[in-house]
């Protein structure tokens, strides 16, 4: 049987993670990006000549985390204004945390490396 509209549109699909975070006293929640978040994150490492850009790359973890850092109600905990700091965290807590995101939300290593490498 083929899936309808309706039940695709109201199919809970994006998964979320509980992770354990000693060096924070606890644990927390990252939930994969949508669509159009996904979209949105990788545009905006693009530079106006439609390469990625160096300069886009700063803070790269803590922006994917500022999206993907939920409470149980899957609101967001941190915006966009609080990047700059959640990015001064432990670089080893945000790399572990980064690569939960990454997976949940189908960003593949290889994504990655290339944006890296396409921005040098």
């Given at each position: 049987?083929?899936?309808?509209?309706?039940?695709?549109?109201?199919?809970?699909?994006?998964?979320?993670?509980?992770?354990?975070?000693?060096?924070?006293?606890?644990?927390?929640?990252?939930?994969?990006?949508?669509?159009?978040?996904r979209d949105a994150f990788e545009a905006s490492m693009i530079g106006p000549d439609g390469k990625p850009s160096p300069q886009r790359f700063r803070n790269f973890r803590a922006r994917l985390l500022?999206?993907?850092?939920?409470?149980?109600?899957?609101?967001?905990?941190?915006?966009?204004?609080?990047?700059?700091?959640?990015?001064?965290?432990?670089?080893?807590?945000?790399?572990?945390?980064?690569?939960?995101?990454?997976?949940?939300?189908?960003?593949?290593?290889?994504?990655?490396?290339?944006?890296?490498?396409?921005?040098?």
């Amino acid at each position: 049987m083929l899936l309808t509209k309706d039940q695709i549109l109201a199919a809970q699909d994006r998964p979320y993670e509980d992770v354990e975070v000693p060096e924070w006293g606890g644990r927390v929640r990252i939930r994969g990006l949508s669509g159009a978040e996904r979209d949105a994150f990788e545009a905006s490492m693009i530079g106006p000549d439609g390469k990625p850009s160096p300069q886009r790359f700063r803070n790269f973890r803590a922006r994917l985390l500022a999206q993907t850092l939920v409470n149980e109600q899957g609101e967001r905990l941190f915006s966009d204004a609080d990047i700059k700091a959640l990015g001064e965290k432990s670089g080893d807590v945000l790399a572990r945390l980064f690569e939960v995101a990454q997976r949940l939300s189908g960003l593949t290593r290889q994504d990655v490396e290339t944006y890296v490498k396409n921005s040098e």
